[in-house]
């Protein structure tokens, strides 16, 4: 079954720093997402993303966000100059067309700010 | 009002019978709904969507939709120890296809 893959599966980085967090969305998905959850709270929508642009953004996706599909497979998130806050899960995830399609989560990027 | 709220729990069953999870929303207009289950430390997986008001059955889950009240539940059948776990309720937004939000979930704990 095809799923998506995200990479790294944990990173350290120190504040300040920016980081690239990368998925790759299930190829003939065409409707993709980026979602956070902190240690013991609720998953947060950041940004959903579709024709290759932003199609909705939360309060949260401020100017230190951003998103890119660098080419046809991968679909990036960038968190310019990181904050303690930041530590968190971070999931990328896909859907297919339709209303009503589900979306599909990779594993995770657990993201860890010194 | 929050967007998508629920019962924080802990709810504890004993194994075989019935849990009950319940979900209320704000957006009236929402169309599809969606459970899914996770597990500590990994990510949201799927058990089923609805989007028809009335009762949609998938094995041993039930999702129940009643859209004039705003309300969708989710019934598990003979729990088992292995459905422990924390219950996520996601509905998409009739303002946005593109935005479905995530409530905070409801952790269920089977006792053998």
């Known amino acids: 079954e095809p799923e998506v893959t995200q990479t790294p599966s944990h990173q350290v980085t120190q504040m300040g720093q920016e980081v690239i967090l990368r998925c790759v969305p299930i190829s003939n998905h065409l409707y993709f997402y980026w979602y956070r959850q902190i240690l013991g709270q609720k998953v947060e929508f950041l940004v959903s993303f579709y024709n290759n642009e932003i199609s909705e953004k939360s309060e949260i996706f401020d100017d230190q966000f951003s998103v890119e599909r660098p080419d046809g497979s991968n679909f990036t998130l960038k968190i310019r100059s990181t904050k303690l806050e930041d530590s968190a899960m971070y999931f990328c995830?896909?859907?297919?067309?339709?209303?009503?399609?589900?979306?599909?989560f990779g594993n995770g990027t657990r993201l860890t700010v010194t | 009002q929050k967007e998508v709220e629920q019962n924080s729990g802990p709810l504890s069953v004993p194994e075989g019978a019935i849990a009950s999870l319940n979900c209320t929303y704000s957006?009236?207009?929402?169309?599809?709904f969606f459970w899914y289950r996770q597990y500590s430390g990994k990510s949201p997986e799927l058990i089923m969507f609805?989007?028809?008001?009335g009762d949609k059955e998938d094995g041993r889950f039930t999702a129940q939709l009643n859209k004039a009240s705003q309300y969708v539940s989710l019934l598990i059948r003979d729990s088992q120890p292995s459905d422990s776990a924390t219950y996520l309720c996601?509905?998409?937004?009739?303002?946005?296809?593109?935005?479905?939000?995530f409530g905070p979930g409801t952790s269920l704990s089977v006792i053998p």
């Open positions: 609805i989007y028809s008001n």
């Open positions: 957006d009236r207009g929402s169309q599809s």
């Open positions: 996601a509905v998409n937004m009739k303002t946005s296809y593109d935005k479905v939000i």
């Open positions: 995830a896909s859907r297919g067309t339709g209303y009503n399609s589900p979306l599909h």
